[in-house]
Protein backbone atom coordinates (compact mmCIF):
# COMPACT_ATOMS: atom_id res chain seq x y z
CA UNK A 1 0.00 0.00 0.00
CA UNK A 2 2.91 2.16 0.63
CA UNK A 3 4.53 1.77 -2.87
CA UNK A 4 1.16 3.19 -4.13
CA UNK A 5 1.69 6.77 -2.86
CA UNK A 6 -0.82 8.90 -1.11
CA UNK A 7 -1.17 6.55 1.73
CA UNK A 8 0.53 6.02 4.72
CA UNK A 9 0.26 2.32 6.72
CA UNK A 10 0.71 1.62 10.08
CA UNK A 11 2.98 -0.81 11.58
CA UNK A 12 1.04 -3.62 13.08
CA UNK A 13 0.81 -7.10 15.48
CA UNK A 14 -2.14 -8.04 14.03
CA UNK A 15 -4.33 -8.56 11.04
CA UNK A 16 -5.89 -5.43 10.62
CA UNK A 17 -3.72 -2.74 9.34
CA UNK A 18 -4.79 0.95 10.00
CA UNK A 19 -3.89 3.46 6.87
CA UNK A 20 -4.07 7.59 6.40
CA UNK A 21 -4.99 8.81 2.59
CA UNK A 22 -2.62 12.27 2.29
CA UNK A 23 -5.52 13.30 0.00
CA UNK A 24 -9.30 12.43 -0.33
CA UNK A 25 -11.36 11.19 2.55
CA UNK A 26 -12.08 7.61 3.74
CA UNK A 27 -15.72 7.60 3.48
CA UNK A 28 -14.88 8.37 -0.61
CA UNK A 29 -12.78 5.70 -1.08
CA UNK A 30 -15.29 3.22 0.71
CA UNK A 31 -18.03 4.32 -1.58
CA UNK A 32 -15.70 3.62 -4.27
CA UNK A 33 -14.93 0.50 -3.50
CA UNK A 34 -18.12 -0.54 -2.58
CA UNK A 35 -19.93 0.29 -5.27
CA UNK A 36 -16.85 -0.30 -8.19
CA UNK A 37 -15.10 -3.36 -6.65
CA UNK A 38 -17.88 -4.89 -3.82
CA UNK A 39 -14.71 -4.95 -1.17
CA UNK A 40 -15.31 -3.21 1.91
CA UNK A 41 -12.89 -1.17 4.00
CA UNK A 42 -13.63 0.29 7.63
CA UNK A 43 -13.80 4.26 7.82
CA UNK A 44 -12.18 4.88 10.98
CA UNK A 45 -12.42 8.44 10.98
CA UNK A 46 -14.69 8.44 13.94
CA UNK A 47 -12.00 6.73 16.18
CA UNK A 48 -10.88 8.83 18.45
CA UNK A 49 -7.50 10.95 17.66
CA UNK A 50 -8.08 10.14 14.09
CA UNK A 51 -9.02 11.99 10.57
CA UNK A 52 -11.09 11.90 7.38
CA UNK A 53 -8.08 10.26 5.76
CA UNK A 54 -7.73 7.11 7.84
CA UNK A 55 -9.26 3.55 7.32
CA UNK A 56 -8.73 0.49 8.44
CA UNK A 57 -8.14 -2.80 6.41
CA UNK A 58 -7.70 -6.16 7.32
CA UNK A 59 -5.26 -8.86 5.69
CA UNK A 60 -7.50 -11.86 3.70
CA UNK A 61 -4.93 -13.16 2.04
CA UNK A 62 -2.34 -13.04 -1.09
CA UNK A 63 -5.34 -12.99 -3.89
CA UNK A 64 -7.96 -10.93 -2.11
CA UNK A 65 -5.00 -8.33 -0.76
CA UNK A 66 -3.90 -7.99 -4.48
CA UNK A 67 -7.91 -7.35 -5.65
CA UNK A 68 -7.58 -4.45 -2.84
CA UNK A 69 -4.70 -2.57 -3.37
CA UNK A 70 -5.31 -3.08 -7.14
CA UNK A 71 -8.66 -1.03 -6.53
CA UNK A 72 -7.30 1.51 -4.07
CA UNK A 73 -4.89 2.34 -6.48
CA UNK A 74 -7.81 2.71 -9.23
CA UNK A 75 -9.38 5.49 -7.07
CA UNK A 76 -5.99 7.09 -6.16
CA UNK A 77 -5.11 7.94 -9.54
CA UNK A 78 -8.59 8.49 -10.41
Known amino acids: LNR ?4 ETSPS ?9 RT ?9 LARH ?3 LIRDASNFHGL ?3 HFRIAVQ ?5 D ?6 GEWLWE
Open 37 to 39: HRL
Open 51 to 53: TPG
Open 13 to 21: QTHFLLCRL
Open 67 to 72: LLIHAI
Open 61 to 65: GREAD
Open 4 to 7: LGGI
Open 24 to 32: GNAAALKDY
